[in-house]
């Protein structure tokens, strides 16, 4: 016969064992079956040297780097994104390839996996595929500043 403290703490042990598991499970979704990870380091940049050193000296260049795969170079700086606006041809792989000029910045593009932060001194590059045509709004999700609520642009995407 269980008696009632071993009910007791069942009643604790259960919830303890229950909801790291459940976090585990949380993780492992997000990572493998929502395509949610951490991006990889992809190298550093001297932020006073961002205007000369490619690619983000042509910021806004689409540059095709394979079959409807393109590549873009954007930069963050304080209020605005360079490009604010980003035009793509559907059904395009687009890797974004980011930085930021002078303070933490954030990158999220709404509905896709893109969401990033952008911080001096550090490349950042995150890769989207956009399959129907249509805007896609981005916004910086690091408060960085007073005019933080105009920092925002649109990935448009064109039929082809």
Excluded at 22 to 29: E, K, Y
Excluded at 56 to 65: A, I
């Amino acid at each position: 016969m269980i008696n009632r403290k071993t009910l007791l703490e069942l009643g604790w042990i259960l919830p303890s064992i229950a909801i790291p598991v459940g976090m585990l499970v949380a993780v492992i979704v997000s990572a493998f079956g929502m395509m949610i990870h951490v991006p990889a380091d992809a190298g550093t940049i001297q932020p006073a040297a961002i205007d000369s050193t490619p690619p983000f000296d042509q910021p806004g260049e689409l540059r095709q780097v394979g079959p409807n795969e393109y590549e873009i170079a954007l930069v963050a700086q304080i209020w605005v994104f360079n490009p604010r606006e980003i035009r793509v041809p559907a059904n395009s792989r687009v890797t974004f390839v980011a930085t930021s000029r002078d303070v933490i910045h954030g990158l999220h593009i709404e509905g896709t996996n893109v969401n990033v932060m952008l911080i001096p001194g550090r490349i950042t590059r995150q890769t989207a595929v956009f399959r129907e045509p249509g805007e896609y709004r981005f916004v910086c999700h690091e408060y960085c500043g007073s005019g933080h609520h105009l920092m925002f642009g649109s990935v448009i995407v064109e039929e082809t």
